[in-house]
């Protein structure tokens, strides 16, 4: 099955019995008209009794159970060989010729459904929501159109089975039935003939076999095509809505018509794999590179076996196991060839995956679809790593390039983004190897068997992939639910619930901020709800929106605290009374707030043009926050941003500021908009309804956005952005203030940092001053030492040094603040060497705390010992001391306490 564009809700049974009643009335819904021109048979398979339609009057089983499965290994069955990216111009040319528009592809990261991450098939190119539902929207009718899509559901089978990819390029044929389009006869008529006129293949090889689809509340019968056991497409008809218990004809039926193109070149070319045709010169140039002897006819054969072995089990292993076996290839042989063309494969299909993904504006990371390919690099590495291959992945993404521009020429503007950020993923995978390895050798030692869980958890907390534990020789095999269940687990992330108010039998709000914008208004209440929700026929309000702050004001002289938009009907919240319903009331809405809001608002779209002109293409809007005086924007970008990277960006936004550009706001039909801006314009997400309003900063940025914006650029004034930090893996957030909120934190912070330049300047002289002091006083030691020996009483007073004597005991002290510890220790020592009965006490402040020096001299140390008397003054001072008898030290914070410590020590000697 190609289609799986909707959401399938219907069961495996569901589907068997819409297939079961489809098939007892085939000319109602399989018989078109080229089976009865061209005398095609219904047959029942002989082994499954599945019908199918041939022109091969020998067959008798389906195209999957016949004999000449796969035997176009070695042995096409066309006339031409077309490599990948001619195929597809033969195709294109082939629908084109025959009235087709020939759409370019969408971007593979789906930013127009929000229950989406990548892009998984051409028809969700023209899926559009509009509230619950999903509406198809054609830019041309018929179309066809190469959608690569993404989808890792199977990814162990890549570069194992020959034909599962990580991404593949849908051939989209899709067509509404009108004036324009065609239905089921003329599908099936093109789908033959581009088969045989075209590729040239025999018209007895084309065998259709009847299907059904169903998903998204509508189903329908469809046809899917085979050539020689291999599915080249599936056309489905999609035509009933409801189930088939009650079920009407759609309104609009849609011809989804899905083929892969790997298929299509796979078949021209018969090369034993799809990978070998279908990765340019790649897959040639690794395999030479790696030095592979491939023998073409054991490859043949080996995946041949492959190929029909998967019809009956879907355990790699076993099928493998099989396969080798029959080819008679033993473990040597299998480790010298297959494995590594395993390898190669591998690494061709995600590389091509990674290009398209990282230029469609996607980046590598541990959250959301990001997931899936920061996942599939990794193995890329991690398989050079096992095979010991050193290849420079930026040359081989250049080779993609070089190979697919003629068809996707988009990839060769983002082509220097894509090489960044694959060499930006390797090398953090090469930093993180270390920690890595610590954690296998861990698991080493604990020898216990891994379940998928196990491994799961040891992705998601330490990004080790399983591959990198089967290298290390953890694992033996990487379990076949593994990357299913990993990339199941990120699938539903995307989609946010929304709180529903019934507002049943409300009109919509006339919103009066997109015309004329009055800030004060007449308007009736229509409806008032829990006594604090209120309803008007029209309001100025700007409901909070697309990260846009709501608008306050007064209602009838209440105060609006909050607006909100419930589907088209806006609600304000009142605080502090509410009018009654029916009641003409007077409006006032806060300009100032609002003004200040939309300042911030069009900056937010400056900034995000700017970021991305300055990082690079990966930048998009993650999600945005706009306030009166303040707002945020957070961008896609894979590392925190430097300083230099800051500075550049607020330069950028700032000369557009200068520039004065008018803002132009025009709308557009959603697919108009989309046809002629791209997908950039869906910054702030998806637009769920038709038309969509498109605010245009000249070609610098346009987005599609529902907010309000200031007439040119300049009414901006000045941006500034504040902060940046990094807030999730992949995301930076940019904090910023615009106009006036700007000029006021610039006005603040230059006077802060005036401040902060004076009260440097203050200290720098005080501490100048306290060091002059300090010197003079070190300089003074021999002066007032005599002072002591020979008392001068007023000189010693003058310095603040105290002696007193008692019975031969003799205490000194000073506590003299220009005194530091230099002086206590010098001047202490000399004092009691001369004076063996002194005891010194110096105290002093120094980092906040008081601290004392005691010096005892040989006779006073016999009394008193200076470790106790230090240990003592500390005690009350709230710290600890002590030393020994002739000199101790200590101190602690109580500053108050200084004359009761001293106090203590005088009296310890004295007395
Ligand atoms: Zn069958
Ligand atoms: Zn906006």
Redesign the pocket.
């Known amino acids: 099955m190609l289609n799986i564009g909707q959401t399938e809700n219907f069961s495996k049974m569901d589907k068997s019995q819409i297939l079961a009643k489809f098939s007892s009335d085939p000319e109602r819904y399989y018989k078109v008209s080229l089976f009865e021109e061209k005398g095609f048979m219904r047959k029942s398979c002989t082994k499954c009794k599945r019908f199918f339609w041939t022109l091969d009057q020998t067959q008798s089983f389906c195209p999957e159970d016949a004999e000449n499965n796969y035997s176009f290994i070695g042995n096409p069955p066309t006339k031409k060989r077309f490599d990948y990216v001619q195929a597809w111009k033969e195709v294109e040319s082939f629908f084109v010729q025959n009235g087709h528009k020939s759409v370019s592809r969408y971007p593979v990261v789906c930013r127009w459904r929000d229950d989406l991450y990548f892009t998984i098939a051409s028809i969700v190119d023209f899926q559009r929501v509009m509230g619950s539902k999903v509406v198809f929207e054609f830019p041309a009718n018929p179309l066809v159109v190469p959608q690569i899509c993404l989808r890792f559901k199977d990814i162990e089978n890549v570069g194992v089975t020959g034909r599962h990819f990580s991404s593949f390029c849908m051939i989209g044929q899709h067509s509404v039935p009108n004036s324009q389009g065609y239905w089921k006869d003329k599908c099936i008529e093109l789908d033959f003939r581009l088969l045989t006129e075209k590729f040239g293949i025999d018209k007895k090889e084309v065998v259709f076999v009847e299907d059904v689809w169903a998903g998204g509340g509508s189903f329908g019968s469809s046809l899917e095509y085979f050539v020689r056991g291999l599915e080249l497409g599936n056309a489905v008809f999609t035509e009933f809505g409801g189930d088939l218990n009650s079920y009407s004809v759609l309104d609009q039926k849609i011809i989804d018509m899905g083929a892969g193109l790997e298929r299509f070149a796979w078949i021209t070319m018969g090369t034993p794999t799809a990978y070998d045709c279908c990765f340019g010169p790649i897959t040639k140039n690794l395999i030479e590179t790696v030095g592979i002897d491939v023998e073409p006819k054991l490859l043949q054969e080996y995946f041949t076996a492959i190929s029909k072995g998967l019809r009956e089990s879907t355990d790699l292993t076993q099928v493998r196991k099989s396969a080798t076996k029959q080819t008679k290839i033993d473990e040597a042989k299998y480790n010298k060839i297959i494995a590594p063309l395993e390898g190669i494969y591998l690494i061709a299909d995600h590389l091509r995956t990674l290009v398209f993904a990282i230029s469609d504006g996607a980046l590598p990371s541990n959250v959301g679809g990001g997931y899936n390919l920061r996942m599939i690099l990794r193995r890329v590495i991690a398989t050079m790593d096992r095979f010991g291959w050193n290849l420079d992945l930026k040359e081989l993404a250049d080779m993609h390039i070089d190979y697919l521009k003629s068809t996707y020429h988009e990839l060769d503007e983002t082509r220097n983004d894509v090489k960044t950020i694959i060499g930006i993923e390797r090398e953090r995978y090469g930093e993180s190897k270390t920690r890595m390895k610590g954690i296998a050798n861990t698991l080493k030692t604990q020898n216990k068997m891994l379940t998928v869980d196990d491994l799961i958890r040891l992705y998601e907390s330490g990004g080790i992939t399983p591959d990198f534990l089967k290298q290390e020789q953890i694992i033996s095999e990487i379990p076949s639910t593994f990357y299913e269940r990993l990339s199941s687990l990120h699938q539903s992330e995307k989609v946010e619930k929304k709180e529903i108010l019934n507002l049943d039998g409300i009109p919509d709000t006339i919103a009066l901020y997109y015309g004329e914008d009055p800030a004060e208004f007449e308007a009736k209440v229509l409806k008032v709800i829990n006594k604090k929700f209120v309803i008007l026929d029209k309001t100025s309000f700007y409901p909070r929106g ?1 990260g846009q702050e709501p608008d306050y004001g007064k209602i009838a002289g209440f105060d609006v605290v909050d607006v909100n938009k419930h589907g088209n009907i806006i609600v304000h919240e009142l605080k502090g009374g509410i009018p009654k319903e029916g009641q003409a009331v007077s409006c006032v809405v806060d300009s100032k707030r609002r003004d200040g809001i939309t300042k911030h ?1 069009t900056s ?2 400056i900034l995000n043009s700017s970021s991305r002109n300055v990082l690079g293409s990966w930048v998009w809007q993650h999600s945005a926050f706009k306030e009166e005086d303040h707002a945020r924007l957070d961008i896609t970008h894979h590392s925190a941003l430097t300083e230099e990277e800051v500075a550049k960006i607020e330069e950028l936004a700032n000369a557009k500021v200068k520039e004065n550009i008018t803002i132009i706001i025009q709308n557009f039909d959603r697919g108009t908009a989309e046809q002629k801006y791209g997908f950039r314009i869906y910054q ?1 997400g998806i637009v769920p309804v038709k038309s969509v309003r498109i ?1 245009s900063i000249k070609d610098f940025d346009v ?1 599609a ?1 529902g ?1 309000t914006h200031v007439k040119s650029t300049k009414d901006v004034d000045l941006i500034k952005i504040t902060r940046t930090k990094r807030i999730q893996d992949g995301v930076v957030r940019l904090e910023f203030v615009a106009g006036k909120a700007a000029r006021e934190y610039i006005k603040k912070h230059a006077e802060e940092l005036q401040k902060q330049l004076h009260e440097k300047a203050v200290k720098e002289q005080r501490d100048k001053l306290r060091e002059q002091r300090k010197q003079e006083a070190r300089e003074k030691i021999p002066a007032l030492l005599r002072q002591v020996y020979e008392p001068d009483l007023i000189a010693l007073k003058d310095n603040k040094i105290y002696v007193f004597e008692v019975k031969s005991r003799k205490f000194v002290y000073t506590a003299n603040d220009h005194y530091d510890e230099y002086f206590h220790i010098n001047f202490g020592e000399e004092l009691v060497k001369h004076d063996p009965r002194i005891v010194y006490c110096g105290v002093f402040e120094e980092g906040g705390k008081v601290r004392t020096i005691i010096h005892a001299g040989e006779e006073a140390s016999k009394q008193n010992k200076a470790g106790d008397i230090a240990k003592a003054i500390s005690q009350i001072l709230g710290g600890y001391g002590g030393g020994n008898p002739r000199f101790a030290q200590g101190g602690g914070p109580n500053k108050s306490k200084k004359d009761e410590a001293i106090n203590k020590a005088k009296s310890m000697v004295l007395e």
């Open positions: 697309g608002h937010t779209h702030g605010v987005e956005c907010g």
